[in-house]
C-alpha cells in the first residue's frame, strides 16, 4: 500500500444506494446487480465527454457515517466535464492493490483496508469522502480510502 495524492477528476455512470451489511450477503447484494445492470445495458457506450482514462471505477461517496453505514456506490469511467457525473475531489488516498481472479481479488482487497484500518498499528485515519475501485487490467484492482 502507498500513500497517493490525486487531482479533482470526474466519474459518470449508474448508481446505487447500499451498505456492507447488505453486500455481504449473497441474497441482498446490489453492486453485482448493478454491473451486470452496466454491461448488459452498455452505460459506457452511452457516456458521454469519456476521458482517454479508459478505466473502469466503482466510486464509494456520500457515506453517511462509517464504514457501517449506507453510502452511495456508482460505476463509471472518468468523463472530462462534471456535467451528471460525480466530482471527486483533490485529496490524499492511501492505495491497496492486488492482482488476482475477479470477483475475489476485490473482496480479498476490501479484506485488507478494513484489516489494516481496524488494526492498533493502524498510521492513517479514514476521511470517508470518496473511496474508489479502479480497474485497469482484468486481473488487477486499486482501491482507492481518502485519509485524514
Do not use: H
Not at 451489511?21 to 451486470?36: D, G, K
Not at 472518468?78 to 485529496?91: F, H, M, Q, R, W
Not at 492493490?97 to 475475489?104: A, L, N, Q, R, T
Amino acid at each position: 500500500m502507498k500513500v497517493k495524492y490525486l487531482e479533482k477528476f470526474y466519474v459518470a455512470g449508474i448508481t446505487v444506494r447500499t451498505n456492507n451489511a447488505t453486500e455481504l450477503n449473497e441474497e441482498t447484494a446490489q453492486i453485482p446487480q448493478l454491473w451486470q445492470r452496466y454491461i448488459d445495458e452498455s452505460i459506457e457506450s452511452k457516456t458521454f465527454n469519456k476521458s482517454n482514462n479508459f478505466a473502469m471505477y466503482g466510486v464509494y461517496n456520500k457515506y453517511e457515517k462509517d464504514v457501517n453505514s449506507d453510502y452511495d456506490y456508482t460505476i463509471g469511467v472518468e468523463v472530462t466535464k462534471p456535467k451528471n457525473a460525480i466530482t471527486i475531489e483533490k485529496d490524499k488516498y492511501l492505495v491497496f492493490s492486488k492482482k488476482g481472479e475477479f470477483p475475489d481479488v476485490v473482496i480479498d482487497t476490501w479484506y485488507d483496508v478494513w484489516d489494516y484500518f481496524a488494526s492498533e498499528n493502524c498510521e492513517y485515519e479514514r476521511a470517508y469522502n470518496f473511496d474508489f475501485e479502479k480497474y485497469e487490467n482484468e486481473d488487477e484492482v486499486e482501491i482507492y480510502i481518502s485519509i485524514l
